[in-house]
């Protein structure tokens, strides 16, 4: 069965850091890469970061490259994403998924990031 479930948003000043887990279960993580997104509101989600299976083949999203930091540990079925010098526009909901996730598929509840100035 399909789970997953993202934590560790809140309400940061500008500058400030968040850690970001989500725990997986199921087909989605199994032997897979894995991807944090984001939806502002009004916004389309959009892909953040990714991570292959073994951890060898990392992206970022050009507007958070140098700044965010995605890792996982498979003994664990977690995937992590370290936000350092966070600004108002990261000001998002936080979703993990399959990088090929569509909005046709399971999806957790996400976690809100807010980014004062």
């Known amino acids: 069965q399909e789970q997953l479930v993202e934590s560790g948003g809140g309400l940061v000043q500008a500058g400030g850091s968040l850690r970001l887990s989500c725990t997986a279960s199921g087909r989605t993580f199994s032997r897979g890469p894995m991807g944090w997104f984001r939806q502002a509101p009004g916004k389309e989600r959009e892909s953040v970061a990714r991570i292959s299976w073994l951890g060898v083949s990392i992206t970022y999203a050009d507007s958070v490259k140098g700044r965010f930091t995605i890792s996982r540990d498979n003994a664990k079925n977690k995937v992590y994403l370290q936000m350092s010098s966070l600004k108002p526009e990261d000001t998002a909901v936080y979703y993990c998924?399959?990088?090929?996730?569509?909005?046709?598929?399971?999806w957790g509840q996400g976690t809100q990031v807010t980014v004062s100035s």
């Open positions: 998924n399959s990088p090929t996730a569509t909005n046709s598929d399971y």
